[in-house]
């Protein structure tokens, strides 16, 4: 059982930065994809990032490329978005999520975090 755990959220003003991290426990990671997903009140969850645990490669949607960045620490079993830039329509409650592979569908991912919320000020 794969357990996740963000932190890292809060408010920033427009163009400030925050960095969230999720701490993975519970099984071997080598054959997982990450990623950070976000939901902003009144909308579906959307794919923000991923990762892929083995291959050490990421995505991101178009809204945020070039603003964020997703990392991970292999001795810490965790992984992180660094958002920079941040913008009001980056507000949402963040989530982190592990599956088989790296996929932009969130039904894809077998287990999620409880979320953390990211306010962004104009």
């Known amino acids: 059982q794969v357990r996740l755990a963000e932190s890292g959220g809060g408010v920033v003003q427009a163009g400030g930065s925050l960095r969230l991290s999720c701490v993975a426990s519970g099984r071997s990671f080598d054959s997982l994809g990450m990623a950070w997903f976000r939901q902003a009140p009144g909308k579906e969850r959307e794919f923000v990032a991923g990762l892929s645990w083995s291959a050490d490669r990421t995505y991101y949607a178009d809204s945020v490329k070039g603003r964020f960045s997703m990392s991970k620490d292999t001795a810490k079993d965790t992984v992180y978005l660094q958002m920079n830039n941040l913008k009001p329509e980056d507000t949402a409650v963040y989530y982190c999520?592990?599956?088989?592979?790296?996929?932009?569908?969130?039904?894809?991912?077998?287990?999620w975090g409880q979320g953390t919320q990211v306010t962004v000020t104009s």
């Open positions: 999520a592990s599956g088989l592979g790296v996929w932009a569908q969130e039904e894809r991912y077998d287990h």
